[in-house]
Each structure stands twice: as C-alpha cells, then as structure tokens.
T-cell receptor, first 114, second 111 residues
Framework: DTGVSQDPRHKITKRGQNVTFRCDPISEHNRLYWYRQTLGQGPEFLTYFQNEAQLEKSRLLSDRFSAERPKGSFSTLEIQRTEQGDSAMYLC????????????FGPGTRLTVT | QQQVKQSPQSLIVQKGGIPIINCAYENTAFDYFPWYQQFPGKGPALLIAIRPDVSEKKEGRFTISFNKSAKQFSLHIMDSQPGDSATYFC??????????FGTGTRLQVFP
C-alpha cells in the first residue's frame, strides 16, 4: 500500500496559464476527493468521484476548474486561466465506499500563481 | 449549518500536559467525526474518528469525547510530546461524504 500520491508537489505558474495536477488514489479505493487549502485554513471540499462518476462539485469550483477520473483510477484537476487567488495547496484524498470508511490524504500540490 | 467551529486557534503546553481541542457543529446530518494532524508542507493525516453512537474513543494517547445532545466533540492528547507539535483539524461528514473541516488549532508542545 503506497498511499495517495500527487504530482507535481510544487507548481509555479504565471497568471493566465493553465495547470493540471494528478492524483493516484490508494488502489482499492473507489472514491476520490479534491480539496483546496489556503494558508492558515482547513481544507475546503472541491469535488469528488465514485469510480469515474463525478458525484458532487462545490460552488468553489468555478468554470475555470475541471476534474476528471476517466477510468476510475487516477484523477486530474485542471485550472484554466489561473489567477493569483488560485494560489493554494490542492489536496487529494481517497476512501472506500460503504460503512464509515476513512479518507486518506496525499501530500498535496502547492500552487503559486505569480 | 455546514460549518464546524473549532477552538482554540492556538495552544501551548508543556511536555506531559493534556491539550484539549474543541469542535461544535449544527448539522444533525453529520454522522462521522474524524480528527486530522497536519505538519507544515504535508497533507493531513487521519488520527482518530468517532461515530455519534459512542461517547468516547481512545487510540493510544489520543481520545475523542463526543456529546451528541450538545453537538460538540473534543480531542484530548495524553502525555503530550514535542513531536505532537502540529496543526490539528476536526472535521464532520454526512455519511462518509465530503468532509467539512474546522479552522484548525496550532499546537506547540515545549520540552
């Protein structure tokens, strides 16, 4: 069990550029979540998938954000036309379904928009 | 109604002390309450979690106390150590759906 992995760990981009992050969940987990965390705050929910289906999106997820999980395994989060306010840590978590299965987080991708 | 209120914002204790972090919620649909520990630059790590059908749960030096009628829950860290210095987040979830996090408590344990 290698845990949740995220790539890249750090990304610096200029305002207006597009960025894409990848998350690989724990292998037997069919739920995958994206959260955003700004400095000094708790993580905020963005969206989640059960297998390849995107089941919920937060109002925080503007139309510049899109997430996919095409084969029910890894997921990507893309931000188009980045803004300075997008600077944050983007966290991915995964869990099993059914019962009260815990969410396990990856190390996060730190995005800095200059 | 979706908020989870956490206090205190920061906490300083001596080694061996018992820091207590409190959280409160309003949404009665919440039925899963985990605590996470986060070190700088790392993702949150699950510490311990409780369901509302029990009033207390212990795992090692970490204890959750849960008061369903008051809609409050707290984390106690027994015999705290300098290595426990981190930020702690409570969270709540409606049936393992998305997690709603508190604002965090920065704990410092001095030798």
């Amino acid at each position: 069990d290698t845990g949740v992995s995220q790539d890249p760990r750090h990304k610096i981009t200029k305002r207006g550029q597009n960025v894409t992050f990848r998350c690989d969940p724990i292998s037997e987990h069919n739920r995958l979540y994206w959260y955003r965390q700004t400095l000094g705050q708790g993580p905020e929910f963005l969206t989640y998938f059960q297998n390849e289906a995107q089941l919920e999106k937060s109002r925080l997820l503007s139309d510049r954000f899109s997430a996919e999980r095409p084969k029910g395994s890894f997921s990507t989060l893309e931000i188009q036309r980045t803004e300075q306010g997008d600077s944050a840590m983007y966290l991915c978590a995964s869990s099993k379904t059914g019962g009260f299965y815990e969410q396990y987080f990856g190390p996060g991708t730190r995005l800095t928009v200059t | 109604q979706q908020q989870v209120k956490q206090s205190p914002q920061s906490l300083i204790v001596q080694k061996g002390g018992i820091p207590i972090i409190n959280c409160a919620y309003e949404n009665t649909a919440f039925d899963y309450f985990p605590w996470y520990q986060q070190f700088p630059g790392k993702g949150p790590a699950l510490l311990i979690a409780i369901r509302p059908d029990v009033s207390e749960k212990k795992e090692g030096r970490f204890t959750i106390s849960f008061n369903k009628s008051a809609k409050q829950f707290s984390l106690h860290i027994m015999d705290s150590q300098p290595g426990d210095s981190a930020t702690y987040f409570c969270a709540a979830s409606p049936h393992t759906d998305k997690l709603i996090f508190g604002t965090g408590t920065r704990l410092q344990v001095f030798p």
